[in-house]
């Protein structure tokens, strides 16, 4: 059951106004009157109370009843200071515990549009990526292309066909830095089979809306395979720069000369393609799977799978008005 200190406060002053002015002791007794009546032989109350007041250790004055119950007063006022001040650090911790909670739930954006804080992946990222999809052929398409080698099968030498475009190309323009480790067997071979692409009227670097070819060295047609057939179009082994927006940036691939007629002229040099899945970049940006050492949430940009076609033969189409067309 709960007093307040109101209540204790008015009964304390009741009990002082009561001994004050009617002289009775706050510690007193039944038996110590009885022993006052017999030492004086009378129950008078004015005797009682000059005795009373002859005995100030067995009565106590207004003054100490006054120190008492300001004593007590204000022990009340610090016990009640004493909850408030625990509730208000009660409140703060409640306070403080709503806005951590409340920080740990700030919404975050899954993703966004790239900008600076989108960190970008790196090439060997974007392998795995494609690895895990099942996509990567590093003969078709690769993030350098420096180990490129031809498409395109060479006259009876396969020894040639283990050599880089960029080592044959070097053997044709004479740049010994690169060409030098060849033995003299391929270098004989090589100037004996190929060309560079000037001498079959090909530009070396062509620009499209895909990117940037560039044909490294071509073949001549009515050369032999090495499987023992003729070739009827002249082709060039040529390497492609995507767009920066675009994964794997390079392609390898091979390209038709300007001359398009074949079987004079029953017949037209055609490109085949391959459809190759390669990555293209979104613009978004999503939420890493770690964050940064001070906490903050880090993003990684976004890429996609998207089918590029990429040219692989140099083939001659047979025109249904050839003399040929019957054979086909």
């Known amino acids: 059951m709960k007093v307040s200190m109101t209540t204790v406060t008015m009964a304390i002053t009741l009990l002082l106004i009561s001994t004050t002015t009617t002289g009775i002791p706050l510690k007193s007794s039944r038996s110590e009157t009885t022993s006052d009546e017999r030492l004086f032989g009378t129950t008078d109350r004015q005797t009682l109370r000059a005795h009373s007041r002859t005995q100030p250790n067995e009565q106590m004055t207004t003054e100490q009843a006054?120190?008492?119950i300001l004593l007590y007063i204000n022990s009340g006022r610090n016990s009640s200071v004493s909850q408030s001040?625990?509730?208000?650090?009660?409140?703060?911790?409640?306070?403080?515990?709503?806005?951590?909670?409340?920080?740990?739930?700030?919404?975050?954006?899954?993703?966004?549009?790239r900008?600076?804080?989108?960190?970008?992946?790196?090439?060997?990222?974007?392998?795995?990526?494609?690895?895990?999809?099942?996509?990567?052929?590093?003969?078709?398409?690769?993030?350098?292309?420096?180990?490129?080698?031809?498409?395109?099968?060479?006259?009876?030498?396969?020894?040639?066909?283990?050599?880089?475009?960029?080592?044959?190309?070097?053997v044709l323009r004479g740049n010994q830095s690169l060409g030098e480790s060849l033995s003299h067997p391929h270098i004989q071979a090589i100037r004996a089979s190929?060309?560079?692409?000037?001498?079959?009227?090909?530009?070396?670097?062509?620009?499209?809306?895909?990117?940037?070819?560039v044909s490294n060295y071509c073949v001549r047609s009515g050369q032999e395979t090495n499987q023992g057939f003729i070739r009827m179009c002249d082709s060039c082994a040529a390497t492609t720069e995507l767009s920066d927006d675009l994964f794997p940036r390079y392609i390898n691939e091979v390209v038709c000369s300007s001359n398009t007629e074949c079987?004079?002229?029953?017949?037209?040099?055609?490109?085949?393609?391959?459809?190759?899945?390669?990555?293209?970049?979104?613009?978004?940006?999503?939420?890493?799977?770690?964050?940064?050492?001070?906490?903050q949430v880090m993003y990684v940009e976004d890429w996609e799978p998207t089918v590029q076609q990429i040219r692989v033969a140099c083939e001659c189409d047979i025109s249904v008005q050839s003399v040929f067309a019957p054979y086909v």
């Open 194 to 213: 190929l060309v560079t692409p000037e001498e079959v009227n090909v530009p070396r670097v062509r620009r499209s809306v895909v990117g940037t070819t």
């Open 66 to 68: 006054m120190r008492k």
């Open 263 to 295: 079987l004079s002229g029953g017949g037209r040099c055609s490109e085949r393609t391959l459809s190759l899945t390669v990555l293209r970049r979104t613009g978004h940006c999503s939420v890493a799977s770690s964050t940064s050492p001070s906490g």
């Open 115 to 170: 900008t600076s804080r989108c960190r970008r992946q790196t090439g060997d990222e974007l392998m795995e990526l494609l690895q895990s999809m099942g996509q990567i052929n590093t003969r078709y398409a690769d993030k350098s292309h420096q180990g490129f080698t031809s498409l395109i099968p060479h006259h009876k030498n396969e020894e040639l066909d283990r050599l880089t475009k960029l080592e044959i190309e070097a």
């Open 85 to 113: 001040a625990e509730k208000q650090r009660t409140n703060l911790h409640l306070s403080d515990s709503f806005t951590e909670n409340e920080k740990t739930h700030t919404h975050v954006p899954t993703r966004i549009r």
